[in-house]
């Protein structure tokens, strides 16, 4: 079998820490591990080995969006996580919360805005929050407060066209979904914004698994979790992610987005529910390999 890992987005070194640690573990489990560092040359590579299966690795663009799962599609190898309308459709924020907003999940309001409008003006009145429309973990946030003299001066790097979402306020908690089981809450314990470093740098955050909050919002998480992998049309793992304003009880809990293919590092938070629930990092590894499928 293949771990596939690495690419050319944004999020390549966090790839390749997960594809990583995805094939020690998947070897340990006694499968025949093949390490495939995503280029170009990936039909290529993948003609070649002939794998029995993908363990997908790959993160952010091109390798959550539909794009490599097209590819895996298209050559009949069964691979992890979710297909290629699910994985396209959840990588697109905005498209995203219109599904949420079909099925009664409960999100805030936000706007796709010109990136030089954004750095011309306020586009909504603050706090909110900029971000791609099409990345993930925390790749190119702004947070821009009451107390910011100006819009932010986002990176030429940035893209043409942002996300503007107002600002949620309160804890940042999230659930893992497993084929069609939610496993647990986490709440994740930052000093500050939960950014790039914050996710992936060791002490960038702590993780209190299950998090201490009334059982009513754990359910909660659960249940919104595992509705939005569905309305979405996941399969396999996903991560949906919430901000919960203890002050307004249950109407303070919203969604943020689904992930689906949620990052395996040291730091990561679905190996660490997966633990909670009894379920160990290799049989983790060996349940998505097991559960790849390909529509073809």
């Known amino acids: 079998m293949a771990v596939v890992m690495g690419g050319p987005s944004a999020e390549r070194e966090v790839s390749l820490d997960t594809g990583r640690a995805c094939a020690a573990a998947l070897r340990e489990k006694d499968y025949n591990v093949v390490e495939v560092d995503a280029g170009r040359d990936l039909c290529a590579v993948l003609t070649d080995l002939k794998p029995d299966a993908i363990l997908n690795c790959l993160h952010g663009r091109w390798g959550e969006d539909g794009c490599v799962q097209g590819i895996f599609e298209w050559m009949g190898l069964p691979y992890s996580h979710s297909g290629v309308l699910a994985s396209a459709l959840a990588m697109d924020k905005q498209r995203t919360k219109d599904v949420y907003r079909a099925h009664g999940l409960p999100v805030v309001d936000s706007i796709i805005a010109k990136a030089d409008d954004v750095r011309a003006g306020h586009v909504m009145p603050p706090p909110y929050v900029v971000k791609p429309n099409n990345e993930g973990s925390s790749v190119g946030v702004y947070l821009v407060s009451k107390e910011n003299n100006g819009p932010p001066q986002l990176d030429q790097g940035m893209p043409d066209e942002v996300m503007v979402e107002a600002y949620a306020p309160g804890r940042e908690l999230t659930t893992t979904v497993m084929g069609d089981r939610a496993l647990t809450v986490t709440d994740i314990i930052t000093t500050g914004w939960y950014d790039y470093d914050a996710k992936y740098k060791e002490g960038g ?18 249940e919104y979790a595992l509705r939005a992998h569905r309305a979405l049309g996941c399969r396999g793992v996903s991560r949906t992610d919430f901000r919960w304003d203890e002050a307004r009880g249950a109407a303070g809990l919203v969604l943020l987005e689904t992930n689906t293919q949620p990052g395996m590092t040291s730091t990561s938070l679905a190996p660490e529910q997966g633990a909670y629930c009894g379920i160990s990092f290799p049989d983790f590894c060996a349940w998505m390999v097991e559960d790849a499928s390909c529509d073809r």
């Open 205 to 222: 955050s702590s993780h209190v698994v299950p998090a201490e909050v009334p059982q009513e919002i754990l359910d909660l998480c659960m």
